[in-house]
């Protein structure tokens, strides 16, 4: 599934989710980087977590290890990078992976 956010004809953010297993994996999560800090990346999150089916236990996403910004929000939203996991392949190579628990 992908969601995106436009401001008139403008592409403004955009997130996808998938279900692998038991697990929604959200990716590619973007903002226009002259929209950043304002909050629509962690909206745009919530409303990606908010998609998931029922059945789905663990929210996992990807990002860059030097993302920093991208990883402090994460965090606050909950998620923890997991501990010597392997990157599946597909995903860039130096990348993280998170993990957060779905809570009922």
Do not use: C
Request: charged letters at 25%; hydrophobic letters at 45%.
């Amino acid at each position: 599934m992908v969601w995106t956010v436009r401001l008139e004809s403008r592409l403004i953010a955009a997130v996808r989710a998938r279900t692998v297993g038991d697990t929604w994996e959200i990716g590619r999560l973007m903002v226009a980087p002259d929209l950043a800090g304002r909050g629509l990346g962690r909206w745009l999150l919530t409303y990606a977590e908010e998609q998931a089916p029922v059945w789905a236990t663990t929210f996992e996403l990807f990002t860059g290890k030097r993302s920093t910004r991208n990883i402090t929000m994460y965090e606050r939203a909950g998620y923890r990078i997991t501990e010597d996991a392997a990157v599946p392949a597909g995903h860039i190579q130096v990348a993280v992976q998170l993990v957060k628990t779905r809570r009922s």
